[in-house]
């Protein structure tokens, strides 16, 4: 399991696992779809209409970076994301939250739960869900997309089995990192 070897002498895994793999629809996808077909052919039609109009050079590539944006939109983003989640680990010790991940490169992201103010479950029919860490902005309809490339999305275990249990784990384990928090000392 990445990330196993920067755990804390004091530290002990409680639990570790990975989203679900493959390719995947979800919920925000419904808005999704309808939108990446219709820019997908826009861009396929205007491209098609300079081309037929013989129009200058510069015309006949403006609608090529539109096309590439379509067909990732249409099919890319999907093969993209499932490929992000086969290089995703989650952990949780009794001192932290742990994500691993990254296309090009590994990324450690650590959540201290003595620390941890917030978290949150979405949970499905069949018992699989996201465990979200910290306060999800109001109105966020997109959170269920994958982040765009150089953008901060809220860290969080993403499509994992049992995610009633593991939201319990955590639960437990926060409190219990919470009551060996060393007192904070006030200067007066």
Known sequence: MPGMDKLSSSENVLWSGRPRQGLMLR??????IPFSLLWGGFAV??????????????FKLWGIPFILMGIHMV?????????QRSRTFYMITNERA???SGLFQQ??????LRTLVEFALTEGRSGEG??????????????????????ESQPRFDTVPDARNVYELI?????????TRPAVQLQG
Do not use: C, H, N, Q
Not at 75 to 83: N, S, T
Not at 138 to 150: I, K, V
Not at 171 to 179: D, I, K, L, M
């Open 27 to 32: 919920g925000a996808d419904m808005m999704m």
């Open 75 to 83: 099919i890319g983003r999907f093969f993209i994301e499932a490929w």
């Open 45 to 58: 039609y205007w491209e098609m209409s300079v081309i037929a109009a013989d129009a200058p050079l510069m």
């Open 171 to 179: 639960r437990s384990a926060s409190y219990e990192a919470s009551r």
């Open 98 to 100: 742990i994500i691993t």
């Open 107 to 112: 990324r450690v992201k650590s959540i201290e």
């Open 130 to 151: 996201t465990i979200s860490f910290g306060v999800t902005p109001a109105g966020d309809m997109f959170s269920g997309l994958t982040s765009w490339p150089g953008v």
